[in-house]
């Protein structure tokens, strides 16, 4: 019962949703060799502020506040979070495998740990301002692993980033759609 006495409904079924992910099959989770400053670079891609724990969280939240009014887009949300989970696992192999510890702390560059919070997100009661938001952190995210690239010198490690890039780019033409259906 809702907090009037009213019973809140929700028909939306999310059965047989899959992650919204290109059909192209990820390299091997393997790296050239434990390196703890690579493995340290990825720990931001996995839970700081512009990560796959951070967006997993944001899409989630977005889901439950669209699946009463907009199904459909919640279908969409729901699908990207699933794949945003399955490049948080897809990281979190990567860093341990470089011999990093896989928790929700990123080390700052004065060396404290920054622990992952919900501020970290972007939350909003307006479908509109969701989906902008989404866009704006896929583009983020987008940016980040480029730099992180940029910075690693494992082959293997930069394999799995760059196609995980591309699903990035694929939930921004996802979200677009979405938009230009409002």
């Known amino acids: 019962m809702g907090k009037n006495g009213n019973t809140i409904t929700n028909d939306c079924s999310m059965a047989g949703i899959k992650p919204a992910m290109l059909e192209l099959p990820y390299p091997p989770i393997q790296v050239r060799c434990r390196n703890k400053s690579y493995a340290e670079l990825l720990k931001v891609d996995y839970c700081g502020s512009v990560s796959e724990l951070s967006a997993i969280t944001q899409y989630i939240n977005n889901e439950n506040r669209m699946s009463c009014e907009k199904c459909s887009f919640a279908r969409t949300i729901i699908g990207i979070a699933m794949a945003e989970m399955m490049h948080l696992q897809k990281l979190g192999e990567l860093i341990y495998l470089l011999g990093g ?11 404290k740990q920054k622990l992952w919070t919900p501020a970290c997100l972007t939350l909003s009661d307006n ?19 480029r730099k992180h690239i940029d910075m690693m010198g494992d082959d293997c490690v930069c394999a799995v980033l760059l196609r995980i890039i591309k699903d990035e780019e694929y939930h921004i033409l996802l979200l677009q759609a979405l938009l230009e259906k409002l």
């Open 127 to 145: 479908i509109r301002e969701m989906l902008c938001a989404g866009i704006e952190a896929e583009k983020a995210a987008i940016a980040q692993y």
């Open 101 to 111: 510890n896989v928790d929700y702390a990123v080390t700052r560059p004065d060396g």
